[in-house]
């Protein structure tokens, strides 16, 4: 049933364990520096068609690694995937720049269990910026306690790959920033064979950089943050999860289906947020055409469904445990 879209909420603090002079300069550097390089891309002798084909392709291939890989697969556990592919997820969700999987998923995981209230890293009850990038910038020492990581994310620290990220908080950076060789050298060098002047197919390989590094990490950046800042201020809710979650078609077109955040909250187990036809959930159908073909297994049905196959209505804490949040 459709709920109004009231967003007139009484507005919260920030959390207690962030404190206003602790910048928390990991993330800020990068984030005003990618800004900037990503800005490049609006002058003339950074363009060419085929840095913006890259940039709306990796759009949604890097899109899909937070989507499909951070999200879906390692934050729920909405189906099974081998190891190989897991960690390609992972690798490319790395060249977005949106922090180790661990500390994703136990904030991801945080989220859930704290919709909207005090203890949410990012509701946009404190503010609209706040949630959407705000909450990157100050230090939150209760995301970066061991307890957290123990509680949220024990599962995902298992994987010896992802904890050897925690150990080692350079690894990402330096991922991210070599991927800049790849843009850079492939086009470069294909250019050069293919005869193109040497000072030509430079500026090509520069501008693959800028629009498929750097212009591409902005707006995927925006794109997720999206979910957490406009998906709990603006839509419908067809579902009353106790929190302000909304249905917001916009984000649902950017975001490969991430918009439906109501439905994703009423039902964090599954694998789709589709619950009307016309909710359209790309990265669903994504994992069930990888399915089809044999790569990924053990994708969780609607709550509806896992009750029905159940043959009766299983208590909650039997159908949602906590890496399934909420
Ligand atoms: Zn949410
Ligand atoms: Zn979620």
Redesign the pocket.
């Given at each position: 049933m459709q709920q109004p879209t009231s967003t007139a909420v009484a507005p919260l603090k920030r959390p207690s364990a962030t404190i206003p002079t602790e910048v928390f300069l990991r993330y800020l550097l990068p984030v005003i520096l990618v800004h900037l390089l990503g800005l490049l891309a609006v002058l003339p002798f950074f363009f060419s068609w085929t840095g913006v084909i890259v940039c709306v392709l990796g759009i949604h291939l890097f899109g899909q690694a937070i989507t499909m890989g951070y999200?879906?697969l390692l934050?729920?556990r909405s189906f099974t995937a081998p190891r190989w592919f897991e960690w390609t997820l992972t690798g490319l969700a790395l060249c977005c720049l949106q922090d180790t999987p661990a500390r994703w998923v136990a904030t991801?995981?945080k989220?859930?269990v704290h919709s909207d209230e005090d203890e949410d890293p990012h509701t946009p009850r404190v503010a609209f910026l706040w949630s959407h990038l705000g909450w990157l910038m100050l230090r939150n020492h209760d995301l970066t306690h061991v307890s957290n990581y123990s509680r949220f994310a024990r599962d995902i620290l298992e994987d010896p790959f992802y904890f050897w990220l925690e150990r080692h908080p350079v690894a990402p950076l330096v991922i991210y920033f070599g991927q800049c060789a790849l843009f850079f050298g492939i086009p470069c060098g294909i250019a050069a064979l293919l005869g193109t002047p040497i000072a030509e197919a430079v500026l090509l390989g520069a501008s693959v950089v800028v629009w498929g590094v750097f212009a591409r990490t902005v707006l995927v950046w925006h794109i997720t943050w999206s979910v957490n800042s406009l998906t709990h201020m603006f839509g419908y809710s067809s579902h009353d999860t106790g929190e302000h979650s909304r249905n917001n078609w916009f984000v649902a077109l950017v975001a490969a289906g991430e918009g439906w955040h109501n439905n994703?909250?009423h039902d964090?187990s599954a694998c789709t947020v589709q619950h009307r036809w016309w909710e359209f959930d790309l990265t669903y159908w994504e994992v069930r055409a990888l399915q089809a073909i044999g790569v990924v297994q053990s994708i969780t049905p609607l709550r509806s469904e896992r009750i029905r196959r159940a043959g009766k209505s299983p208590p909650r804490s039997a159908v949602e445990p906590i890496v399934a949040?909420?």
């Open positions: 999200h879906r934050a729920h991801h995981r989220h859930h994703h909250h964090p949040a909420k």
